[in-house]
């Protein structure tokens, strides 16, 4: 999941790690212990061919090991632009070729202002005192924003309130200045686009040093990926220093960015089935910087991987009596999420091109999207997407089927004896822009950096029995988007119960026979007006940029 946590407190880091590793080595010596281990469900009846029986946790961990000798081949990392990414990307590839009939296609899409070049530089001048600044320390870059080569001192303006209205910019005059604006109440994408429509050279966002972890500059903070200006994010400090000393305040922004090129999604498609009817089933590939990216989103990169593998199996064994679907199933693992769900965009941005008319590529030729992101993590929940907190803009046609997801998954946890949470569509993966543009969608993942309460361990408690709900009070994942989300990170009780339920949901849905009349009773339309297509991935609904 992409999320605003990719940032960390520097002083405290060490802290925080220890921390971090201590809970993780509590986690998974005592819950993972006393949750019901996968030897205590491996016993089950003789049951039909069924997608479901074909998954286990011993093939999602051998998959989930290569990944990590991958990220550990890669400095420990898998984002993109590193061998990891690339080395994750080959080995999706030839497993699926040679492993199945799957059809193969790589998309690639560039990252715009993406690599940072040399040391970018930030110099300040107050009252005539110069001061250079620390990269990374004392302040980032906003990604995405465009080079700066100042060759003299700017003079800097300092916007009232937060600059998130007209009257902030229009009682200044900014036009060729660098401008100071402070962190809140909009996202700093909008912040961005006030900036440059008053015409400025350079920004600067400040944090606003309202709790301990609100000083230091954030890193990885995302711009509109189309910023004409350099931004570069402060800490509190600095900025304050700089909006003291106007307007004897000048700066000197200097970075060098370039495209990082060659990103790229992998869709695996069944040769069986109605192209114009396709189930999208996604996760995605990169990791973040900062770790090995086991859970997030290595999980639900070989939760995908084990489903296509299994499905291709099925269909092409002839001794199988295993039906083929009606529909194409198109398996994709889409790169650059933790950037804002760049792949996926890339990919519904291309397949609602007007100009887009092969059968089977087009944005009309999908049904649905069901997205699998952290499918393991050692202090899990399950949480199913619920239809109920897709946000208010989402096409009216794709609620119907959503709805209808949500309750498949909640009907199969409950015939499982399993308990289940609720998991918001509201943003921060990859169904997104899926969603925007009117199709129905669904999935379940464990959740991330977010905090398990008291009665939710109670809850799984009640039904899994007294000790193994979890810890109350801490992180679904206590190595969210850290170093620490190693392959020991996980949680093979969640992870294969929840990739069992990813296999029923699309096999329930594959033999449907009529699954368009399923998900849309009132049909649907197939041209998106064009004003929900900026809505793909609307960061005003972005809580992670504020
Ligand atoms: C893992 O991938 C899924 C599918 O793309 C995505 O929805 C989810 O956000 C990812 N998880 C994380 C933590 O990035
Ligand atoms: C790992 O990091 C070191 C030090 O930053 C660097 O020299 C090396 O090239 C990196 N290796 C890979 C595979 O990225
Ligand atoms: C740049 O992106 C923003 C936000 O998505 C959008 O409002 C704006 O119209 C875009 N500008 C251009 C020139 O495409
Ligand atoms: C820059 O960071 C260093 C190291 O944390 C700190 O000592 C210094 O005060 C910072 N400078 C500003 C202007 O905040
Ligand atoms: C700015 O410089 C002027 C002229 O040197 C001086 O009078 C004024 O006090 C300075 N203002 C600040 C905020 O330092
Ligand atoms: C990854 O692959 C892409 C596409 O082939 C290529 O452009 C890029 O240089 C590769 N990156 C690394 C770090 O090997
Ligand atoms: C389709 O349109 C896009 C954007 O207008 C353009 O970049 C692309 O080259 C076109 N593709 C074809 C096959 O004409
Ligand atoms: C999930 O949300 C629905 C409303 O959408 C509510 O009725 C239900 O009680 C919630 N379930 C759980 C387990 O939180
Ligand atoms: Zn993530």
Redesign the pocket.
Known sequence: MADKSTYILFALLFLFTITATILTAVLLGIVVNRLPSNNATLVEPDLPLSLVNQINIKDLLKHLQQLQVIADRSNGTRAITTIGFNGTLDYITSQLEQNTNLIVQRQYFTVRNYIIRGNPQLQSQ??GVTLHHTYITNFTQILYSSRADFDSFVPLVPIPNVGCQDSDWTSVSAENAVALVKRGDCTYPEKSLFAQKYRVKGLLIYNDGTASDRFLPIQNVRNNLNTTIPAFFISYNLGIQLL?????SSVKMNIDVSDADGIGNICADTPTGEKTQTIVVGSHSDGVPAGSGINDNGSGTVGNLILALNLARLFQTSSSSYPTYAYRVRFCWWGAEELGLLGARHHVDQALLTNVTTVGERLQDYLLNLNYDMLAGPNYRFGIHDRATVPSTTPEQALHGTEKITNLFRQWFNEQNLPWSNSSLGGGSDYVPFLAAGLAVGGVNTGAGGIKPASERDQYAAVLGIGNGGLANAAYDPCYHQQCDRITNINPFAYEKVVKAAAHALEYMGRLNNLQEWLYPNGRQINIPLINRNQLYDFRNDPDLI
Do not use: D, E, R, V
């Open positions: 107050i009252n003291n000393g106007a307007p004897n």
